[in-house]
């Protein structure tokens, strides 16, 4: 019995050793499911396979029934589950969406703590570690890789004083961005004119270097906005 009872131990521990180490990356970046999140939930995970892993030493069946179990079938009830908790972690924060990571990191981390749960130890191991270092290493690797920045951008000026829309798009191509979708409107009882667009560039510091144009404007210039997108 106390063997069981350690294999038990180490398996939960195993549990929240990994999901500590996941957690503690998300909870340094600020994420809203940090810490204590990861570690519940790599826990809970192996605790609920090792019902299916040690059921012999809690369901006690006559000699004459014959019980087969499944434990792929705890397995897949735990990975549902945790796709609600993924879920909530996933906001929309004006016109991006955030904690898609944090939603896989919890998904991971569910995964892992099954593998703790039924005693796979090298792949716990192995995961974890790669998991740890998709989060960290990965990220550096995020910004240093070639990517566009997009970002939505709206520029408003009096209508007595409207910028030619062939203008504007030099101005912006200028500072090293291409337009998709170009709109426009008229507010205020026709005494604003507005563009709004998507801009696009491979560097992220053009969009400090053309708000500083903006911001150097002529008086015709009544406001602008440039929104990660």
Sequence with gaps: MNLLYENIL??????????????????????PAGFR????VCVSSSMLMLVTLYQSSWYIAPLADTV?????????????????????????DGLSVRG????????MTAAIGILAGIGFYFPVFVVTTLTVAALSIFRWLERILPSYYYAHHVVRFS??????????????AAHGFTIANMSYSMEDSGRIFEYRMVIRSRDRDNATRLAQTWHRANGSVLGFRIEPA
């Excluded at 939960?12 to 994420?31: F, K």
């Design 10 to 31: 180490l398996h939960l521990l195993t549990a929240l050793v990994a999901g500590g180490l996941i957690g503690l990356e998300r909870s340094y970046h600020g994420r």
């Design 68 to 92: 087969r179990t499944d434990p792929t079938r705890m397995a897949q009830g735990i990975m549902t589950g945790i796709g609600f908790l993924g879920a909530g972690v996933i906001m929309k």
């Design 159 to 172: 209508c007595a004083g409207v910028m030619d829309e062939e203008a504007l798009r030099e101005l912006i």
């Design 100 to 107: 898609l990571t944090t939603a896989a990191s919890i998904w």
């Design 37 to 40: 999140t990861h570690v519940l």
